[in-house]
């Protein structure tokens, strides 16, 4: 890259600009998944929206292949781009919440954290995902779900409003009256429409919730799943469960006698009167015995925070993901399978709930595809040690490929790696055309491309 680019984004940046070889340059382009080893040409790590509008507008106007980097959590490494411009907003980590209207206001390079500790201040929350580290921007601009999703819908549901620096450089709000194409097409289209520096989420008065963990004996897969499916889209919708398959963790909760071994389970989050999720949880053992079962009251930021230990930045990660409506009686066999060959410790299987409140926004209401399904599902081989990468990639794309033919066809975008064009029109399906043409208006020459890539019609 030309060394005078870089000199004047250091004359024109609040923020440091950062080349190879300088000082801090590795810590900068570091981010979650340790598999990915891209080197930008420079890292622009804004201080405000008027830096990432120069930024924009410097990696226009010289040619430069630009990235966007928030939380740093994309499993395919899309907010880092080789030998471009990687505009990183992590340094932008405000929230202000506005506890009369129940709104946030978050900065575009805000973590789950820095949202969830700002609102339980407040006895307030929003629908998010399940890790404090998770970046609002990439979670938020997939969809969004997690713990709270039966009770309040997608995160995308509960967006307000949304600040967005365009690729010709210029600022827009966008929310139901104002840019109202583009405000439908964040909700759920990725990174494709430009660089969102603000979002203003809705809250919903949450504070200490119900948390439990169950755990099976990883044989019991097939029974606890046919009593899963049937339980939860039953329950009421302030009952959250993501059905997971697993390794005991060796630590607490978890008795020592557990450590280490396979296991299926679910995590459950009841957003009620936390003294109640017992009374909730009552059939748990229709499914089987359980090796294990707790609950207890935990602060909503609390639970966020309590995979964080467990999976640190800087882990070898190759996942996948697709959309399921039910599980079927021949998907049983597919997940007791893989999940008795879990390749290493950290390895796992997660089936999100995504009905509940996600299921009465209507199906064409945001650019989010998939209100028909009722689970998203996720195939996650991890490991600290790069000698693992194959295995885990293996385990991971075995499990999508045998499971793939009883899913609807397409994937949360926030679960893809790179795994070309025929997988992003299946994800958005029928609102493919239109989040084309809205490319189009928004993004006519493709700037933003680092991402699952909507090309403009």
Partial sequence: MDTAIRDSLRDS????????????????????????????????????AGDVMTAVRSGAQNGLEIAVRGGGHSGAGLCLVEDG????????????IDPMAGTAQVAGGAQLGDLDHAAHAFGLATPSGINSTT?????????????LTRAYGLTVDNLVSADVVLADGSFVTADENHESDLFWALRGGGGNYGVVTS??????PVSTVGVGITVWPVEQTPDVLRWYREFLPQATEDLNGFFAILTVPPGPPFPEELHGR????????????????????????????????FTTPM???????????????????????????????????????????????????????????????????????????????????????????????????????????????????????DEGQD???????????????????????????????????
């Avoid at 970046?135 to 713990?147: A, N, P, R, Y």
């Avoid at 979002?199 to 919903?204: I, P």
């Avoid at 009841?270 to 053992?285: F, H, M, N, S």
């Avoid at 239109?434 to 890539?453: C, E, S, T, V």
């Fill in 13 to 48: 940046i609040r923020g440091p600009v950062t080349a190879p070889g300088e000082p801090g340059y590795d810590a900068a382009r570091a981010i979650y998944n340790a598999m990915i080893d891209k080197c930008p040409g420079v890292i622009v790590q804004c201080a405000d």
């Fill in 262 to 293: 396979k296991a299926c389970g679910v995590v459950w989050c009841w957003a009620g009167e936390p003294e109640q999720i017992d009374k909730e949880l009552a059939g748990v053992g229709d499914a089987g015995r359980p090796a294990f079962h």
């Fill in 299 to 417: 602060p909503y930021p609390m639970l966020q925070t309590m995979f964080d230990e467990l999976l640190p930045s800087g882990l070898q990660w190759y996942w996948r993901g697709d959309f399921f409506d039910r599980i079927t009686d021949e998907a049983l066999d597919v997940h007791a399978r893989f999940g008795e060959a879990l390749p290493t410790g950290l390895s796992t299987m997660h089936l999100y709930p995504i009905d509940g409140a996600a299921h009465r926004v209507g199906p064409d209401d945001t650019a989010w595809s998939y209100r028909d399904a009722t689970w998203s599902g996720v195939f996650a081989g991890i490991d600290p040690d790069p000698a693992n990468a194959g295995a885990i990639r293996d385990w991971c794309v075995g499990y999508w490929e045998a499971l793939h033919p009883y899913s609807m066809g397409g994937a949360y975008v926030n679960f893809m790696m």
């Fill in 85 to 96: 411009m990687t505009i990183d907003l992590s340094a932008m980590r405000g929230v202000r």
């Fill in 199 to 204: 979002f203003t989420y809705r809250l919903h």
């Fill in 135 to 147: 970046g609002v921007g990439g979670l938020t601009l997939g969809g969004g779900h997690g713990h």
């Fill in 423 to 457: 997988r992003v029109r299946a994800t958005y399906r029928d609102h493919f055309d239109r989040l084309a043409r809205i490319k189009r208006a928004y993004d006519p020459g493709n700037l933003f491309h680092a991402n699952q890539n909507i090309e403009p019609a």
